[in-house]
Each structure stands twice: as C-alpha cells, then as structure tokens.
C-alpha cells in the first residue's frame, strides 16, 4: 500500500495518474433499484486540482464516495496511486483513509467538544503520531489557513467559513495524497466561498496537492484545471 507523498513527489512528473477508475458502476438495491453510477471510466492526474459537475442527482457525490473508499461500488475498479481500492478489507480502508485521503465535507464535520486546534490534530493522534509533532503541524495548518490566532477556539465561536477552513486544516494534517471535498462551499457566502476557493488552488499550486471537488457552482469552474460532468450517472 506503499504510495507517494505529494510534497516528496515534486520531480515526479505530474501527468501520471493518481486516480484510475474502470467501468465504475454503483445501483443502490432499493426496490426498484438506483443506478447512481453506470459505467463510468477516467484518470486524474497527480496535482491536479479536478471539479465534479452536475445536476442534483446526477451522482457527483456518489462518485465521490466511491473514490474517496466511503462507499463500495457495485462495479468496476479504482486504483489510487495504483493500490485497487476496491480489492481492500475493511480495516484496510480505514487505514488508508487515515493515511492517504483527507476530507472536506459541506457541513464542516467538527466535534464541537473540541477546539480547532485539537479537531486539526485528532487524525494524527489516531495515526499514532508523536503528540510534539502533530501540535506543530496542526499550529502550522492553521496559520497557513488564516486561523493561527484561534487556536483555543471551539467550533461554536467560529463562523461558518472559519470552520469550513479548520477542517480543511483538518483534512491537510496526515499529508493525504488526495483532498476530497464535496460541495465545500455550498453553505458559505460569496466571500468565505471565495476563500475556500483561493485556498484550495494554493494548495494545489503550491503544495501540488490533488484536489477532486464536488460543485454546483459553475463559476469555480475558473479555480480547476479539469472539470468531470455528470449527468443521469453517465460522463459526458
Ligand atoms: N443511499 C441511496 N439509496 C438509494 N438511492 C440513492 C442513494 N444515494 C443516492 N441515491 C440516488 O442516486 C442518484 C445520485 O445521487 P447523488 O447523491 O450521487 O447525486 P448528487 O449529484 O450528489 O446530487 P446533489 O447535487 O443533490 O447532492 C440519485 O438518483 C439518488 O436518488
Ligand atoms: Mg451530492
């Protein structure tokens, strides 16, 4: 399950395939049975930062589950940095979530019993990281999201693009190889969306992060490099 770390990864060349998906399908079994995937086949390159289109219930989000080892599909394969996610046990998705995804969901997902600082650095903790290191680099996700002065902060004192931006510090913490992000923007202002937005394309600019976000927003189309759509759970 060995795979590279985007930071390390820099001289690699960027045009190799972090994400390879085959013939994906996903039916939900409710009666008469859903088709929220059907056949869906494509590679997303290393850094690069790649929007899902759509209409509601197109299957953005169902494509995104299936990427992300959220979801199992029905059919088909996904690799990831050339692991085929779908041949693994459940204990062995967990550990590479922990280890190599990193999540942004539209609701933000804080525990509101902790403070931004300790939300930023619980993934960590579960990895087992030595508790010196991740408080640096939680401190360090912080700042770089514009939050180093609310640290001690529970979410309940933070606004909405606030929290939005710990848990994409959050997300950033175990190094993933992919940042997923399902309509992070979609309970923000324009503002705070714009934020995000800016974020998002420094990381993958700067960090060469991979970024694959679900939108409805057909502006961002001018924040990524790639959009996928989807429509009736077929790509166009
Ligand atoms: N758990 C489920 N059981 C049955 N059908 C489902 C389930 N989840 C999604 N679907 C169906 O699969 C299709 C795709 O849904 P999905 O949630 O992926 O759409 P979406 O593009 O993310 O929509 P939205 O923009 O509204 O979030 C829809 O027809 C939906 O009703
Ligand atoms: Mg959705």
Known sequence: MKILHPQTNKQQDTKDAIITVVGLTRVYPVRPPVAGLKDV?????????????GRS???KSTLLHQLSLIDTP????IHLGGVDITKLSDSDKSDFRLKHLGYVFQEYALIVELTALEN????????????????????ELLTLVGLGERLDHYPSELSG????????????INDPEILFADEPTANLDTVSSQTVLELFSKLNKELNQTIVMVTHEPDDKR?????????DGVMQ
Do not use: H, N
Request: hydrophobic residues 40%.
């Open 41 to 53: 086949s494509f590679d997303i390159a290393r850094g690069s930062f790649v929007a899902i289109m």
């Open 57 to 59: 219930g197109s299957g």
């Open 74 to 77: 029905t059919g088909g394969t």
């Open 120 to 139: 930023v650095y619980l993934p960590a903790m579960m990895l087992g990281t030595e508790p010196k290191k991740y408080t640096k680099r939680a401190k």
């Open 161 to 172: 693009g606030e929290q939005q931006r710990v848990a994409i510090a959050r997300a950033l």
């Open 223 to 231: 924040y990524v490099d790639r959009t996928i759509v989807l429509s």
